[in-house]
């Protein structure tokens, strides 16, 4: 549990008192420890990181804010460390709070910065922009009078964002508007959702969740009763892109699937009082024990979905499937400082029921990539796979691999964008035309793009500002032959962009799950089986037939050679 005594240190401490409080903190820490060398070496250098910390403020040639200077020090401290432990001063402390409380304060709008303005993409029903009247395309053009021409969206949001009660003063322009529109927005309290999407496709019942927080087994509970009861054969959880959240959330949501008292995961840290373990307390959803699963991830999936995931394979209780995932299986435990600071430090590891680490380890600037990537070097990715993994078995007896990360029961490719269409996507050219085109014609929800409409978004491209900049990357030039070719492509854009704009965030979504490869490959294991069993004879037969692959290709290899 996080520790709710927080220290408050609203004024600078002195330095000569900053070096006694720390040497007395230090002696207090290691009273239990054992190793008289150990206790001596950390003292000592509790002393030179105070020492040196009094001649930089007081020496230096110029003026230097103590703060600033203690953070810097810090900052160093954990570039020591694993990627994962943070100092976490204001804003990010306030961003991880947000993060997995599931709310703050502000108006209920998600942003980008389009054509130099903070612009929106949609409201969310029900918030205070949303009962205004704030649409999808609208300028904020200026906050509390002020131009945000050129504005981040950091700089926007900071400014849109605060306490509920308050106002905030906004000016938008709109197409189809001569004058700009000025808008006085109280705040309220905005939820964010952990599971935006769950809806049936075909008989599957499908659900996206996009992080774990405070609030996510609850909405998922909710959404998986409704999808039964709109007769769901199956469930689809799509943990794709979700870099993951609470343990808390991540146990909670795995035991919904599992029976009680089957191991969920388990963590080893250097002190004893982070080995634990965590167990299904629950019996699972009611209903859900008998629903055929089928989990996707990708290598942007990490964390808290990692721990699902292997606990859904581990007792195979469906399938994983789709790309390995990132492996950040390490335990992070936030120590609040101050009211309004922290410190994020890795204190143990994750363990998967049948013994893996899910942890890789990487370097510091090794981030979790939310973008599908092709590997630069063809030759690297083989050699990475042709190194022997570790193998475990499930509780069926089925052979799953450790090394870092999950590995899905069955791998399933995702094509990439092409890169006009990478070019396109970054310029926002299809949302830009949507805004434009929406505001003086009707847009039905069985809308599809024809070529007239097609037309028009070739003649606006050619008024694009940046797109010969994104064009020139890959060394693309806006043809009537490359259009041609992108014709699908801008189609199904223009219809995605035109669904939002109208018909909110979830419309836009199905069309773009549309040509989801990964998803419309899941979708098809589901038609051809009926039982949870039936998927796990799916995943041995894809087994053995990539061993079988993997052999043939072996045996080529040794033939040329």
Same mark, same amino acid.
């Given at each position: ?67 600033? @200077?203690?953070?810097?020090? !810090?900052?160093?401290?954990? $570039? ?15 961003? @991880? ?11 209920? !709008? ?16 029900? #918030? ?10 609208? *300028? ?32 938008? $322009? ?14 309220? /309290? ?10 049936? /496709? ?6 996206? !969740? ?11 509970? !909710?959404? /998986?009763?409704?999808? *039964? ?34 191991? /969920? ?20 959803? +009611? ?58 430090? #890795? ?12 942890? *890789? ?16 070097? +063809? ?27 999950? #590995? ?59 797109? +010969? ?8 030039? @806006? ?58 004879? @799916? ?5 053995? $037939? ?16």
């Amino acid at each position: 549990m996080m520790c709710r005594n927080i220290l408050s240190l609203r004024r600078p401490i002195p330095l000569l008192v900053l070096v006694a409080l720390l040497t007395l903190l230090a002696g207090q820490a290691l009273a239990t420890q054992e190793g008289g060398t150990s206790r001596q070496q950390f003292l000592e250098g509790i002393k030179i990181l105070g020492a040196v910390y009094e001649r930089v403020y007081y020496n230096y040639v110029d003026d230097v804010d103590p703060y600033e @200077l203690l953070e810097s020090g !810090i900052t160093g401290m954990m $570039e020591y460390l694993d990627e994962h432990s943070q100092y976490l001063p204001p804003v990010h402390y306030d961003d @991880l709070m947000m993060s997995t409380e599931g709310e703050f304060g502000g108006l209920g !709008i998600t942003i980008n910065i389009r054509d130099h303005y903070p612009t929106v993409v949609s409201p969310i029903e029900g #918030t205070p922009a949303f009962l205004m009247g704030v649409q999808g395309g609208d *300028k904020i053009i200026e906050i509390e009078g002020d131009t945000t021409r050129d504005f981040t969206s950091n700089e926007a949001v900071k400014l849109l964002r605060g306490e509920p009660g308050t106002a905030v003063n906004i000016t938008i $322009e709109r197409e189809g508007f001569e004058k700009p529109i000025p808008l006085t927005i109280v705040r309220d /309290i905005i939820k964010v959702e952990s599971v935006p999407y769950a809806f049936m /496709i075909d008989d599957i019942g499908y659900v996206r !969740i996009q992080n774990f927080a405070r609030t996510t087994a609850e909405e998922l509970s !909710i959404a /998986i009763d409704d999808l *039964k009861a709109a007769g769901a054969r199956g469930i689809l959880l799509d943990l794709r892109w979700n870099p993951g959240g609470l343990l808390d959330a991540a146990c909670a949501v795995s035991e919904m699937f599992l029976d009680q008292g089957d191991l /969920i995961v388990y963590t080893k840290g250097r002190l004893r009082n982070q080995n634990r373990s965590y167990y299904s307390e629950d019996h699972g959803a +009611p209903g859900t024990e008998t629903l055929p699963l089928i989990v996707m991830i990708n290598g942007a999936s990490a964390s808290a979905s990692e721990i699902v995931s292997a606990a859904v394979q581990d007792h195979d209780r469906g399938l994983v499937v789709g790309k390995t995932s990132f492996g950040k299986g390490s335990v992070q435990t936030v120590f609040p400082l101050t009211e309004d600071r922290a410190l994020k430090l #890795t204190t143990a590891k994750y363990y998967t029921p049948s013994g893996r680490s899910i942890h *890789k380890d990487r370097h510091r600037d090794d981030s979790i990539d939310l973008t599908e990537t092709a590997p630069t070097d +063809p030759a690297d990715e083989v050699e990475l796979d042709s190194e022997p993994k570790e193998q475990f078995q499930t509780d069926g007896g089925r052979i799953i691999y450790g090394g870092g990360g999950i #590995t899905p029961d069955i791998e399933i490719e995702q094509p990439f964008l092409g890169d006009f269409e990478v070019a396109i996507e970054r310029d926002y050219s299809l949302f830009q035309f949507a805004t434009k085109w929406a505001a003086h014609h009707e847009v039905p929800r069985d809308l599809v793009p024809d070529d007239a409409l097609i037309a028009e978004f070739h003649d606006f491209l050619a008024t694009r500002e940046k797109l +010969p900049e994104y064009l020139e990357v890959y060394e693309l030039e @806006l043809t009537s032959e490359l259009l041609a070719e992108e014709h699908d492509y801008i189609a199904k854009g223009l219809r995605r962009e035109l669904m939002r704009l109208k018909f909110g965030q979830e419309a836009a979504y199905r069309v773009a799950i549309e040509d989801d490869v990964q998803l419309q490959e899941a979708l098809d294991l589901f038609r051809r089986v009926s039982t949870t069993a039936d998927l796990i004879k @799916l995943a041995d037969e894809w087994a053995s $037939e990539r061993v079988a692959a993997d052999t043939e290709s072996e045996a080529e290899t040794a033939t040329v050679h």
